[in-house]
């Protein structure tokens, strides 16, 4: 099947090793090397989730485009306090397709649609990278990508000024991404329609809970009871929400989808306008970046990037959203968006993350109702595993809803 796929492409070379990757829930993804070393990531778009994988692609390549049509300065990491002159220009920079030998960005094999994307050397695909090479302290820290969404400290766990830094940098990526996009009129498809849509998901939920076979339910009558209890939260937050207007956001804003530069990359001298260049911040995973709500966007990427264990942690005793990662992600991401956010907006990055870990916890559940069809799993139970350590995390986050206020309206 693969080597038939990679005909349609012209590597110059010939392709020596194939490795299936690992991370991701939802498409199937491979590392491609060649004879001469250059690697690529081959990827197919799982079509149960994508109905429509041209479109997928169509908007890759209009936001691509809208992107390219920016200077360098437009597109680098937005920080409020810092002058322009004494900015460091680190760069957010957007995967490179790979067209096929007929000028595609996809190729189609047995119905399959897929797509090959240049490699990004980054500090993640090494499995390890240190605080050293990241935010040059050399504290001796070591982060390891988990693959959900979590970058785990090994030295000083639970949580190290370190990691901090790359909390920040993730939301100063996204944000900083609205912002770029923000002047950007391009249309967009809707590749999911209401992708992000608490209510709608909940409804999705109960409508599955009617259909599902008796030993599932049995499993999870207490999660479902759970849930029931926060349909009026979710129902208020969403309608509070959608009274807003949308934009371009990513939908997908976690720290597995930022691609941290080798620091051997940097450049520490100055360019032309004397600023200092730095890292570059390579953005991927644009399949769901669509006009969507911006708090939605910030709640997902604050509930996987501040949460403290995997997602799919069966000890709920560990999971715990932290409220030191959560200044550093609104920092980062309500901070780049300085003079775009409206009021309204920033009221409701209060309540996203318990709101999303609530809408994320329905669709796990309802996909291990469903029998497991929409998010891949390596073993029967995991959805139910997943949608209970995200109905954990939300009660965490309620817990902490205070000092989540006072860090948003602080920012
Ligand atoms: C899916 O496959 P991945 O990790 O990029 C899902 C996200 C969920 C995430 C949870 C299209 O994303 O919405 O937050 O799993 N993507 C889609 O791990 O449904
Ligand atoms: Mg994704």
């Not at 778009?45 to 049509?69: C, G, Q, T, W, Y």
């Not at 910030?298 to 501040?306: M, N």
């Not at 209970?388 to 920012?411: G, P």
């Amino acid at each position: 099947m693969l080597s038939k796929v990679l005909m349609n492409y012209d590597f110059g070379e010939n392709v020596d090793t194939i490795e299936k990757l690992d991370g991701g829930n939802i498409n199937f993804t491979y590392a491609l090397t060649l004879t001469g070393g250059k690697k690529y990531i081959l990827q197919r778009i799982n079509e149960e989730v994508f109905r429509r994988p041209k479109e997928v692609m169509a908007n890759f390549l209009a936001v691509k485009r809208a992107f390219s049509d920016k200077s360098p300065e437009e597109r680098a990491l937005f920080y409020p306090e810092r002058e322009a002159k004494e900015k460091t220009l680190d760069k957010i920079a957007l995967p490179d397709i790979k067209l096929t030998k007929y000028g595609e960005p996809f190729s189609i094999s047995e119905s399959r649609v897929w797509r090959v994307f240049s490699f990004v050397k980054s500090h993640k695909n090494n499995p390890c990278f240190s605080a050293e090479k990241v935010c040059g302290k050399n504290c001796g820290a070591i982060f390891t990508g988990s693959g959900s969404g979590v970058l785990v400290c090994e030295r000083s766990m639970p949580c190290c000024p370190e990691k901090s830094v790359i909390t920040e940098l993730t939301g100063r990526a996204f944000g900083s991404f609205v912002r770029i996009l923000d002047d950007s009129r391009i249309p967009l498809y809707d590749v999911i329609e209401n992708f992000h849509c608490p209510k709608k998901r909940m409804k999705a939920l109960f409508e599955s809970v009617k259909n599902a076979p008796e030993d599932r339910i049995s499993k999870c009558s207490d999660l479902i009871k759970k849930l029931s209890s926060e349909a009026e939260f979710v129902e208020t937050m969403t309608n509070k929400i959608e009274r807003s207007f949308k934009r371009i956001v990513h939908n997908d804003a976690k720290t597995d989808n930022i691609l941290f530069s080798e620091r051997g990359e940097r450049v520490d001298s100055s360019d032309a306008c004397g600023r200092k260049t730095g890292n570059t911040v390579t953005i991927i995973d644009l399949d769901t970046t669509m006009y969507g709500y911006l708090a939605y966007d910030f709640g997902d990427g604050a509930r996987s990037a501040c949460s403290m264990t995997k997602e799919d942690e069966t000890d709920l005793s560990k999971v715990a959203f932290s409220r030191e990662l959560f200044k550093a992600y609104a920092k980062g991401y309500i901070g780049a968006l300085d003079g775009v956010i409206c009021q309204g907006e920033k009221e409701s990055c209060v309540y996203a993350p318990k709101l999303i870990a609530i809408e994320l916890a329905a669709r796990f559940l309802k996909d291990y109702l469903d029998g497991n069809k929409y998010f891949s799993v390596c073993y029967e139970e995991q959805n139910l595993v997943r949608a209970r350590c995200q109905l954990a995390l939300s009660e965490d986050i309620s817990e902490k809803q205070e000092d989540l206020k006072n860090i948003v309206l602080s920012v």
